[in-house]
C-alpha cells in the first residue's frame, strides 16, 4: 500500500449560470459536481513534525491498525472503544486510496453534510462515530478525544486541494445494474466456497493475527460472526457489499477488471448477510424520513408495504417503484 501517490488533479469547469432563467425569476437549476479523476495527497510521512503532522500520521494508523490502538483486546480498558478487531481499512481499502474500495479521497469535503440516516446535519467527526459504532460494533469516541481529532486530520489531508462540490471518481463502491430477482444465498454460498473460503474461511471467520486475546487484528477479516460488523453496518446492505465484492474481490481485484461476475457478486453478498451477526440497538430510529431509507436497508420499518426480506435481496425495482410514487404524492399533497 503507498502513501505516496503523486498524481495531477484535473477539475473539469463546467458553465452553470444561465441568464435567461435568472432574469425569467425561475429557480436556477442545481451547479453541476465537478469532476475530480486524479488527485495529489501529500506524503504524510512528510508533514511537518508539528501537532497537525503528528495527528495526521496517528490518524492513519488508526485507519490501517484500529485493532491495535482502539480494538478491544488493548491493554487500557478505557480507550477500548472498538467492539470487534476489525480494521477501518478492512473496508476503505489500501488506506482509504482505492478507487471503489470505498475510497476516502474527498471526505472531508463533503462534510457537514445532511444525514438520512439521522435526518439531521452531520460532522465529518459525526460520520467517523457512525462507523465506530457500526462497521467496528463499537462507541462513539468522545469529542475531544485525541483519536478523533486524528482520524478528522488524516481525512483531512486526504481531502487536499478537493472543493466541496468536487465529484471524486472512484468513490463508493461501484454501481453495478440491479438484478432483475432475488438474490440468491445458496448459490451465493457454492460462489463463496469457490472463490473466497479459502482466505476468508469456510465459517466466515478469517484468519487471525496471533491469538484471540491479543490487539493484533486479522490478516484476513471475518465477514460474520461476533467479529464482525454489526447489522447496522453500510457493508451490511446488499448493494454495498455487492458492489465491494464485484470491485475488489478476491483480493487484488480492481474496479476495472474484475473477477466476479455481476450474477456471482450478487449471490454471494446475499450469502454473507444472510449469516449471523452483531445486533446494533435502536435501528427502528434509523432513517426518520421512511422515503429516504434506502432500498435495501435490511430492517423496518418502512414507507412502503414490502417485506424486510425483500429490501434485504430484492428485487428492488419494485420497491423504488412504489417510493417515487409514494414520494410524488407527498410532493402533490404539499
Known amino acids: 500500500m503507498s502513501q505516496f501517490q503523486r498524481i495531477t488533479t484535473l477539475l ?198 496471533g491469538n484471540a486475546s491479543d490487539a493484533l487484528g486479522y490478516l484476513v477479516p471475518p465477514l460474520w460472526g461476533a467479529d464482525s460488523f454489526n447489522d447496522g453496518a453500510g457493508m451490511y446492505r446488499l448493494i454495498t457489499i455487492a458492489n465491494f465484492v464485484h470491485s475488489n474481490m478476491p483480493n487484488g481485484v480492481n474496479w476495472a477488471d474484475p473477477l466476479l461476475s455481476e450474477t456471482d457478486a450478487w449471490d454471494v453478498a446475499a450469502y454473507v448477510v444472510s449469516q449471523s451477526r452483531p445486533h446494533k440497538a435502536d435501528l427502528a430510529a434509523d432513517f426518520p424520513d421512511r422515503l429516504k431509507k434506502p432500498v435495501d436497508t435490511p430492517y423496518g420499518p418502512y414507507a412502503d408495504h414490502f417485506s424486510e426480506a425483500q429490501h434485504k435481496y430484492g428485487p428492488f425495482q419494485p420497491i423504488l417503484a412504489e417510493d417515487r410514487q409514494l414520494a410524488s404524492e407527498q410532493q402533490t399533497a404539499k
Open 12 to 209: 473539469g469547469g463546467l458553465a452553470v449560470v444561465l441568464f435567461a432563467i435568472a432574469a425569467s425569476g425561475q429557480t436556477a437549476p442545481p451547479r453541476p459536481r465537478t469532476p475530480v479523476v486524479t488527485w495529489n495527497i501529500p506524503n504524510v510521512d512528510e508533514l511537518p513534525d508539528n501537532e497537525e503532522g503528528r495527528l495526521a500520521r496517528y490518524g492513519r494508523s488508526l485507519l490501517i491498525a484500529t485493532y491495535a490502538h482502539i480494538g478491544p483486546n488493548v491493554s487500557d480498558p478505557a480507550i477500548r472503544y472498538a467492539g470487534n478487531n476489525l480494521a477501518c481499512a478492512n473496508c476503505h481499502l489500501d488506506g482509504g486510496l482505492k478507487k471503489f474500495g470505498l475510497l476516502l479521497v474527498g471526505a472531508y469535503a463533503d462534510y457537514p453534510a445532511y444525514s438520512s440516516r439521522t435526518g439531521e446535519v452531520a460532522t465529518i467527526e459525526d460520520r467517523i462515530n457512525n462507523c465506530m459504532m457500526r462497521s467496528m460494533n463499537g462507541r462513539a469516541l468522545p469529542k475531544d478525544s485525541r483519536q478523533l481529532a486524528a482520524l478528522s486530520t488524516f481525512l483531512k489531508v486526504l481531502s487536499t486541494g478537493i472543493n466541496k462540490d468536487a465529484d471524486v471518481i472512484g468513490h463508493g463502491a461501484g454501481s453495478m445494474p440491479l438484478l432483475t430477482r432475488a438474490a440468491d444465498p445458496d448459490r451465493g454460498r457454492h460462489v463463496y466456497v469457490q472463490h473466497c473460503a479459502e482466505c476468508h474461511g469456510e465459517n466466515g471467520g478469517g484468519i487471525r493475527e
